[in-house]
Nanobody, 123 residues
Framework: QVQLVESGGGLVQAGGSLGLSCAASGRTFSGYAMGWFRQAPGKEREFVAAINWSRATFYADSVKGRFTISRDNARKSVYLQMNSLKPEDTAVYYC?????????????????WGQGTQVTVSS
């Protein structure tokens, strides 16, 4: 069983930056693939970024070049640094863990989820 707790959301102006953190419980964190997803009001949950067990990273086209995902296995944490934020980045951001170390882009492929943290970007 893995529990995930996100932190770091908030309100920022367009062009600004925010960093999200996700702290995980469990003994085998290093073997999990970790992902960030987001869900805006009235929209489906969508893939943002992910990092596999070997630290290879994957990004949605909409955030490539602006967001950076990283992980610290010693701290059992995964991070999302968001730069050059846009109003369309406004959403609840969720951290997710996948028992298989490989990355997939669909929410159904992840086994554990955090409660989400709100990110609001004002224009």
């Amino acid at each position: 069983q893995v529990q995930l707790v996100e932190s770091g959301g908030g309100l920022v102006q367009a062009g600004g930056s925010l960093g999200l953190s996700c702290a995980a419980s469990g003994r085998t964190f290093s073997g999990y693939a970790m992902g960030w997803f987001r869900q805006a009001p009235g929209k489906e949950r969508e893939f943002v970024a992910a990092i596999n067990w070997s630290r290879a990273t994957f990004y949605a086209d909409s955030v490539k070049g602006r967001f950076t995902i990283s992980r610290d296995n010693a701290r059992k944490s995964v991070y999302l640094q968001m730069n050059s934020l846009k109003p369309e980045d406004t959403a609840v951001y969720y951290c997710a863990a996948r028992y298989s170390g490989s990355v997939v882009y669909t929410p159904s492929g992840y086994d554990y989820w955090g409660q989400g943290t709100q990110v609001t970007v004002s224009s």
